[in-house]
């Protein structure tokens, strides 16, 4: 049968938490293709980043409500997709004491990024377009 | 070979996605605690900025979008075949389209980016 991927991690078989998080990985990773490719190309190619000042977040991207949502959501998605991604590497490679701190840094470092992205999304100022 | 192994392709392909994936990750990391300076510390987000800038800053972005890249391709194979076990049969014409897209999309965007650096 062909549920070896070759590459990605085997279905895990029997369900719960670990099916979730393999289908979760999945659904985040095509989200990714579209929401981190256009952010690539539009932080690249649409605007140098010479020109991406703190000013210019606020009173040009952040201006635009869209743009918040979809700087939100692709905070979400990469948020899950990289942080459960490092998890199976860690789970991998360490095992016992180490294993569980290593664990417990990983989601602690992501619940902050959670926090401090979510914030800066959500509460800088509007400024309307002039 | 390395170390006398026989590295296939399919071993390549697990590999560079493994780095590419913990590459982007630590990245991320650091980009989520700099646009988070954006709102709270704006100065030093722009100081920051003028690295993202720099030539030396361009390059590691190539980098950076090389491998987000290489891992979107190599991750929507895998989801391909994760959903549609029939296309394993077509597991290394895949891996090799992949690549395809890689030097056609990468090129012209690595020199885009890069292209201040010299100054055009
Ligand atoms: C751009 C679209 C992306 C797609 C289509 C994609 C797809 C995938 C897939 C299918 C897997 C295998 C999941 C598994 O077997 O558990 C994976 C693993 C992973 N991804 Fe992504 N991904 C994308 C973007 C990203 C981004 C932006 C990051 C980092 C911020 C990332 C980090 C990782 C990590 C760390 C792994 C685990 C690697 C391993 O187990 O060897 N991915 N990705
Ligand atoms: C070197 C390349 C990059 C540059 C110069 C860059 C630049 C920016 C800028 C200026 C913003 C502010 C909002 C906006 O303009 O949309 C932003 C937000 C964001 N970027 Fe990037 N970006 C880069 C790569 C990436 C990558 C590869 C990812 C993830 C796969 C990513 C994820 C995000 C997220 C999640 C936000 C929103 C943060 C928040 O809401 O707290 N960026 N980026």
């Avoid at chain 1, 590497?89 to 602690?108: K, Q």
């Amino acid at each position: 049968m062909s549920r070896y991927s070759r590459v990605g991690r085997p279905k895990p078989q029997g369900g719960g938490l670990e099916l979730a998080i393999w289908y979760m990985m999945r659904l985040t990773g095509l989200a990714l293709f579209v929401l981190a490719l256009s952010h690539f190309l539009i932080v690249h190619l649409v605007v140098d980043p010479s020109q991406q000042s703190a000013d210019w977040i606020q009173t040009v991207r952040w201006s635009s409500m869209f743009w918040r949502a979809f700087d939100w959501l692709l905070l979400m998605m990469v948020l899950f997709h990289a942080f459960m991604g490092v998890r199976t590497v860690v789970i991998d490679y360490t095992r016992g004491g180490a294993r569980s701190a290593l664990l417990m840094a990983l989601y602690l470092t992501g619940i902050v990024l959670f926090v401090i992205g979510t914030m800066v999304v959500m509460t800088m100022p509007v400024v309307p377009k002039a | 070979m390395i170390n006398g192994y026989r590295i296939g392709e399919g071993m390549l392909a697990w590999l560079f996605h493994r780095i590419s994936g913990v590459a982007i990750w630590a990245f991320v990391v650091l980009h989520v605690f700099d646009i988070y300076l954006a709102g709270s510390n704006p100065g030093l987000y722009n100081d920051l900025l003028g690295f993202y800038a720099s030539p030396f800053g361009r390059i590691l972005e190539t980098l950076l979008g090389a491998g987000l890249l290489y891992h979107a391709l190599n991750g929507a194979r895998i989801i391909i075949m994760d959903f549609w076990p029939v296309m394993t049969r077509y597991n290394r014409i895949m891996w090799y389209i992949c690549w395809v897209i890689f030097v056609a999309v990468g090129l012209p965007v690595a020199y885009v980016i890069l292209k201040p650096i010299w100054g055009a």
